[in-house]
T-cell receptor
Framework: EDKVVQSPLSLVVHEGDTVTLNCSYEVTNFRSLLWYKQEKKAPTFLFMLTSSGIEKKSGRLSSILDKKELFSILNITATQTGDSAVYLC???????????????FGKGTLLTVNP | GAGVSQSPSNKVTEKGKDVELRCDPISGHTALYWYRQSLGQGLEFLIY????????KSGLPSDRFSAERTGGSVSTLTIQRTQQEDSAVYLCASSPDSGSPYEQYFGPGTRLTVT
């Protein structure tokens, strides 16, 4: 059974802190790993990672994938109160032909950034 | 305890046909969400239910899409006159409290292919 585990489950920091969120996975026929930010309802897509060791960066957010150790981290530097959200990790798996495609989500990390 | 279940897991249908997707949330969860994940793209929110009512239908992409929830439990997402662009994985999630997306538990998804 495919599995995605995120840690920590929740995290409280002060503005300006740097945070690292973790996502580990066990899936068959890995294709990509995705990070989302979810506030009120709809998760917002952040990154898609397919290759090991290549950092993806967007402003204060960055993420990297380690396909050997089967994990990814999401870093947020100089956190702001607007970063408070649930951060979801999901792993896309399936064969190259596109069949048996499956998306498995972790339960998320609740980040609270206090002023 | 059973998690969120969805059926069918895979559905192939011809363009123009109607399809009905089912979601069984975790027992006791008041909030239920439908999302769509197109291959290689981000997660798209469709609709959420609080009990049997749907306060937010803003994500439904067209009037061919509708959803209902009965008894505060099972939900069905119906797509009429399916089009090829409807092909995607349809994800359902439930949460004990719609006030926060935290503890949102996802089902395995229904992979819809419109030929």
């Amino acid at each position: 059974e495919d599995k995605v585990v995120q840690s920590p489950l929740s995290l409280v920091v002060h503005e300006g802190d740097t945070v690292t969120l973790n996502c580990s996975y066990e899936v068959t026929n890995f294709r990509s790993l995705l990070w989302y930010k979810q506030e009120k309802k709809a998760p917002t897509f952040l990154f898609m990672l397919t290759s090991s060791g290549i950092e993806k960066k967007s402003g204060r957010l960055s993420s990297i994938l380690d396909k050997k150790e089967l994990f990814s981290i999401l870093n947020i530097t100089a956190t702001q109160t607007g970063d408070s959200a649930v951060y979801l990790c999901a792993v896309e798996a399936g064969d190259s032909g596109g069949s048996n495609y499956k998306l498995t989500f972790g339960k998320g990390t609740l980040l609270t950034v206090n002023p | 305890g059973a998690g969120v279940s969805q059926s069918p897991s895979n559905k192939v249908t011809e363009k123009g046909k109607d399809v009905e997707l089912r979601c069984d949330p975790i027992s006791g969860h008041t909030a239920l969400y439908w999302y769509r994940q197109s291959l290689g793209q981000g997660l798209e929110f469709l609709i959420y239910f609080q009990g049997n009512s749907a306060p937010d239908k803003s994500g439904l992409p067209s009037d061919r899409f509708s959803a209902e929830r009965t008894g505060g439990s099972v939900s069905t997402l119906t797509i009429q006159r399916t089009q090829q662009e409807d092909s995607a994985v349809y994800l359902c999630a439930s949460s004990p409290d719609s006030g926060s997306p935290y503890e949102q538990y996802f089902g395995p998804g229904t992979r819809l292919t419109v030929t």
